[in-house]
């Protein structure tokens, strides 16, 4: 299983700094573009971004939390992504813009929180790509606290399909000694790593021994 380090929980003023740390100790470097409209916060932009790319000696994924997601195409195409992750529970029209994003040759996930658990398109977007990105967390839920039947969720997917499943929110390295069972593919981890980086250094190294 990955570690994905999320930039968004690190000191965004030492970012040269942080991403350096990133690239030494850790297997990915996870990066939320949010517009205030699709989730609450307002995160940082492609600028942002474009020189973060610059500084990783790792692969970077990217989280779209926005509204229009097609409104950043020609943006998205100029920072070369491992991965990008579209939010979809605020989109009518996700496989649309799912099968934009692959055109333009966007290496293209979705991302789904409990929102989109009971969504009727659910399995032909599944279908259509390889990496799933699951919020562990709700949107609304200021003190982002971890969802078990998410978690839960998320393990079914990893162990019962050949989906790539990364989980992202609250995840503690608790939960992720307890996920290298499973099938998980990745965890996005900020909090857990940017609070106390050297125990996160330790807890790294322990993951698998």
């Given at each position: 299983?990955?570690?994905?380090?999320?930039?968004?929980?690190?000191?965004?003023?030492?970012?040269?700094?942080?991403?350096?740390?990133?690239?030494?100790?850790?297997?990915?470097?996870?990066?939320?573009?949010?517009?205030?409209?699709?989730?609450?916060?307002?995160?940082?932009?492609?600028?942002?971004?474009?020189?973060?790319?610059?500084?990783?000696?790792?692969?970077?994924?990217?989280?779209?939390?926005?509204?229009?997601?097609?409104?950043?195409?020609?943006?998205?195409?100029?920072?070369?992504?491992?991965?990008?992750?579209?939010?979809?529970?605020?989109?009518?029209?996700?496989?649309?813009?799912?099968?934009?994003?692959?055109?333009?040759?966007?290496?293209?996930?979705?991302?789904?929180?409990?929102?989109?658990?009971?969504r009727e398109e659910l399995g032909e977007l599944l279908g259509m790509t390889e990496h799933v990105l699951i919020n562990t967390t709700c949107h609304n839920d200021v003190q982002q606290r971890l969802r078990m039947d998410m978690l839960d969720y998320?393990?079914?997917?990893?162990?019962?399909?050949?989906?790539?499943?990364?989980?992202?929110?609250?995840?503690?390295?608790?939960?992720?000694?307890?996920?290298?069972?499973?099938?998980?593919?990745?965890?996005?981890?900020?909090?857990?790593?940017?609070?106390?980086?050297?125990?996160?250094?330790?807890?790294?190294?322990?993951?698998?021994?």
């Amino acid at each position: 299983m990955k570690i994905s380090s999320s930039i968004a929980s690190s000191d965004i003023l030492r970012i040269g700094e942080e991403v350096r740390f990133a690239n030494h100790y850790f297997d990915d470097i996870h990066l939320d573009v949010a517009d205030g409209i699709a989730v609450g916060e307002i995160s940082f932009g492609f600028k942002m971004c474009s020189r973060i790319c610059e500084l990783a000696a790792v692969p970077v994924s990217l989280h779209l939390e926005v509204s229009n997601p097609l409104q950043y195409v020609e943006q998205v195409k100029e920072c070369d992504f491992d991965i990008v992750f579209i939010q979809i529970d605020c989109l009518k029209n996700a496989k649309e813009v799912v099968r934009i994003y692959q055109e333009n040759q966007i290496p293209t996930g979705i991302n789904l929180s409990n929102l989109d658990l009971g969504r009727e398109e659910l399995g032909e977007l599944l279908g259509m790509t390889e990496h799933v990105l699951i919020n562990t967390t709700c949107h609304n839920d200021v003190q982002q606290r971890l969802r078990m039947d998410m978690l839960d969720y998320s393990v079914r997917l990893a162990d019962e399909t050949p989906h790539k499943v990364w989980v992202d929110g609250a995840i503690s390295w608790e939960i992720a000694h307890r996920l290298r069972e499973s099938d998980i593919y990745a965890a996005v981890m900020g909090r857990a790593i940017f609070l106390d980086r050297d125990k996160a250094v330790e807890n790294k190294k322990n993951l698998y021994q």
